[in-house]
């Protein structure tokens, strides 16, 4: 995509509060994120070299990348797709060519990259050998707890959200923030439709749309839609959603000419796209600033929401902050009643009468008894 392309993405990833706010509440997929990343720079490299060593690196960055989280195993299809993109750069992309050994040389390859993968996950998660049964039975409690709103208390709040629209909205209003959360998004059918035409970025295009849209397909399966089970896409998103910008910027500086009329149907389609903006760029000279002048309001918007969001850690928790009022207002012996269940509770409340709210106890008469 180009090292603007990368260096925006990489601000805008610096900035992007959801990021900011994983980071601090010490959150596991911030461990993911990375070793996710640094998955791709590992299979491009692979790609690029086709080293035993490589492929090595590479499982080496996916075992760190699973440990964590091992929701992100649809990391998979990019591998199999980049390890295709091997095979057909051993045969100068010839199909024809492909033959026994090539696809056994390559296989040897992948199951070297397969066994430090599980080397490492084993070596970074030794609990999932020491005590096997506990390792799969909270697998699949949390999986189960993920298909199942309202199966624990605190995911009632995602019983009957629309698939795709609440996560659309959640991340682009909160995680991302506005603008950066609808340039993310538009960027995922932007990158698909870039993808249809032979260029150079086309293989980067489709190993990009193997992780996020498999991903993001598979996430919205279940009825429980944490803002963090999308977190692992955002830098992804990120970085098409900058490469996107910056096309925006090339195409209206770039001179209107005609459209060729023996173009594939398939390419035509992205041409037209192109066509359409350099006419409008052409009809309209006042708006050649525009492109510029949408990354430098994307860059600020991000970066004022992260300065915002992050003023919110400059004071005292507001549970801090409750607790030394009550201390200060409230009579020692007083009647509590606390509606918390499973976060952090106003802390330092010994000298008073606390009781908590069974809200979420099932609904019978000994609860509607102890509730009156």
Known sequence: FGRGAGLLAAALTALAVIHIQNSHFYRPETFSVLFTLGSFWAMLRMVERRRLRDSALLGL?????????????????????????????????????????????????????????????????????????????????QANMARHAGLWPFTIQYIDTPAFLYQIQQSSVWGLGLPLGIVAWIAIPFTAILALRRGKSRRADLLLLAWVVPTLLFLESFEVRFLRYVFPLMPFMILMGARMLLWLVDVFRSPVRPLPLELPRRHRVT??????????????????????????????????????????????????????????????????????????????????????????????????????
Request: aromatic letters at 12%; hydrophobic letters at 50%; a neutral charge.
């Open 61 to 141: 960055m996916i075992g760190l990348a699973l440990a964590p989280k091992i929701s992100i195993l649809p990391l998979l299809l990019p591998l199999s797709l980049a390890y295709w993109y091997r095979i057909l750069d051993s045969v100068d992309g010839r199909w024809p060519d492909i033959n026994v050994a090539v696809v056994r040389r390559t296989l040897g390859h992948a199951a070297v990259a397969g066994a430090v993968a599980g080397a490492m996950f084993l070596l970074t998660t030794p609990y999932a050998i020491l005590d096997a049964g506990a390792f799969f039975g909270d697998i699949g409690a």
């Open 271 to 372: 041409e037209k796209i192109d066509s359409l903006a350099r006419r409008l760029r052409g009809s309209l000279p006042s708006l050649a600033w525009l492109p510029m002048g949408l990354v430098a309001v994307v860059v600020g918007a991000t970066a004022f929401y992260a300065l915002a969001f992050e003023k919110v850690y400059v004071r005292d928790h507001p549970a801090v902050t409750a607790s030394n009022w009550i201390k200060a207002n409230v009579d020692p012996g007083t009647s509590i009643l606390s509606d918390n269940h499973w976060d952090e509770f106003i802390p330092d409340l010994y000298r008073y009468r606390v009781w908590q709210f069974p809200v979420y106890d099932p609904d019978n008469a000994q609860k509607m008894t102890s509730l009156a």
